[in-house]
């Protein structure tokens, strides 16, 4: 049986456009758009209308970086595809593309069956995956073709995190060398790991042991040292590369000159990154460690990069790095040594509310917060036009909202399987009213209306954003 819904009289935003339009759904996907007011506008007709005169109908939000269940430091990243999947509606978000791991010693193969595990029937909203690849060999160089065939199109890989995540130079020239042949995205932890444990040592031996010395050992200069030697290799490879969570100023400068010379970089920055700084990760009584991830928040003075990256497309995506542990009883693994707190920030409720922000506040366009919030990781991650904009043909995962409305972010009303706000207490401006996903209301009048398992696992194409 067909369902039809019509959203009535809001302001459609793409990355392209912006114009006041009804938008029909039929069968999970947009259907038409026609100006309000207009003959052909008002020939639509459904079982279900949606009001929206006064406010924003914008394409379900794309989170290309989250690590739902992560296994990190001892601990497990707290939210579960269950409620990490959620809280994503509860903020806008429809698709997340999550993190699966190989580990070391196992098959690519391995870590993707069990991240499926952990997903199956247990999503609120679409889903796809990346992988991480931790060990570099010949069967798994193999595999990533196969996983390239499957739709999971893209490969993380760690410069940071000696013994765990780590890859060296010679790893990373291969899988970069075997992408360029299979299509396949490489997005690079870009830090000196190497040269980061030794500062890590030599910090606790002086007995500084505070969540503020994490940020001052993974220096900036070796987030930037490592961006440039990604681009290089990536570069002798003849293949595409994806920086992830980019926070220094100089590595937004190495990422612009590769750009300026042509090559097929990009860079992700993270909320985090924009709103955060060193001012947090010093709070005191080890209100600090909330703030502990890698690449680590850096001084404030940071952000203007950031924003003229975001603002110039040197930098083309935001993403949450959703990776949240508790206060109680995980970040406090790291009391009297900041190198046993476990690294992420929750945010994946959060990113288009503080997105949203940085219209307001000037920093962005409206058209710009959909690019890179939405159509430009769908692009990147090969899930255009399915996802990441309103228009006939694709997913009808669709956000009414509301431009006007204040709100101020809390632990205390937020939806992340979590104990803390990274942003506890700001005060924003917007809020997300209904969330559609594939034409399924999952948040109506602000109210959860959705399930676990409505979210389908979605393959995607190779990158779709190359030059
Ligand atoms: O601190 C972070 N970013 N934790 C998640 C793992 C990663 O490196 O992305
Ligand atoms: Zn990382
Ligand atoms: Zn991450
Ligand atoms: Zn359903």
């Known amino acids: 049986m067909s369902t039809r819904t019509v959203i009535r009289g809001g302001l459609v935003i793409t990355a ?10 039929e069968d999970g996907r947009i259907a038409a758009l026609a100006a309000s007011g207009t003959p052909a506008a008002e020939s639509f007709t459904a079982e279900r209308t949606m009001e929206a005169t006064g406010k924003y109908v914008i394409p379900g939000g794309v989170d290309a970086h989250t690590h739902m269940e992560l296994p990190f430091g001892g601990t497990f990243a707290s939210d579960t595809f ?19 791991v190989q580990s070391v010693g196992h098959s690519l193969r391995e870590g993707l069956d069990a991240w499926h595990a952990k997903a199956e029937g ?16 010949q069967e798994t160089l193999k595999e990533m073709d196969l996983l390239v065939e499957e739709g999971v199109t893209s490969f993380k890989q760690f410069m940071a ?43 606790l031996a002086r007995g500084e042991t505070d969540p503020r010395f994490h940020g001052e050992v993974r220096k900036a200069l070796l987030e930037a040292e490592a961006t440039h ?38 860079g992700e920055t993270c909320p985090q990154y924009l709103f955060l700084s060193t001012d947090n990760l010093a709070e005191p009584d080890f209100e600090g460690a909330k703030y502990v991830c890698s690449t680590p928040l850096r001084p404030k003075e ?13 930098l083309q995506v935001v993403s949450t790095d959703h990776c949240p542990f508790c206060f109680t009883g995980q970040k406090e693994l790291g009391r009297g040594d900041f190198s ?34 939405c159509a430009t990781p769908a692009r990147m991650f090969g899930l255009y036009p399915k996802k990441g904009t309103i228009a006939p043909g694709a997913d009808a995962d669709v ?68 030059t």
């Open 122 to 137: 247990n999503c609120a909203i679409d889903y796809g995956f990346h992988m991480i690849v931790s060990d570099v060999n």
């Open 340 to 373: 046993k707190i476990p690294n992420g920030l929750p945010g994946v409720e959060n990113r288009m509310d503080l997105l949203h922000q940085a219209v307001v506040d000037g920093h962005i366009s409206r058209r710009r917060w959909i690019e890179i919030a």
């Open 229 to 266: 030697r990604a681009i290089r290799l990536a570069q002798v490879a003849g293949a595409p590369l994806y920086v992830v969570h980019v926070s220094a100023a100089e590595a937004v400068a190495e990422l612009a000159r590769a750009r300026d010379d042509g090559l097929n970089v990009f």
């Open 302 to 314: 940071h952000q203007a990069a950031l924003w003229r990256g975001l603002r110039t497309n040197d």
């Open 161 to 203: 995190y000696p013994g765990v995540f780590y890859s060296d130079d010679g790893q990373i020239l291969r899988a970069m060398q075997r992408s360029a042949g299979n299509g396949g995205l490489i997005m690079m932890h870009a830090e000196n790991g190497i040269a980061i444990d030794v500062l890590v040592e030599q910090a």
């Open 399 to 466: 956000v009414i909202y509301d431009p006007a409305a204040e709100q101020v972010i809390s632990a205390g009303t937020h939806h992340m399987n979590v104990d803390y706000s990274a942003y506890e207490g700001r005060r924003v401006t917007g809020r997300v009213e209904t969330v559609l996903s594939r034409g399924t209301p999952v948040i109506t009048a602000r109210q959860y209306t959705g399930h676990a398992g409505h979210g389908v696992y979605t393959p995607r194409s190779t990158c779709q954003y190359l």
């Open 82 to 100: 269950e409620t990490g999947t959620r809280a994503a509606a509860w903020g806008g978000t429809t698709t997340v593309v999550d993190f699966a």
């Open 16 to 25: 392209s456009d912006e114009m006041h339009a009804d938008v029909l759904i």
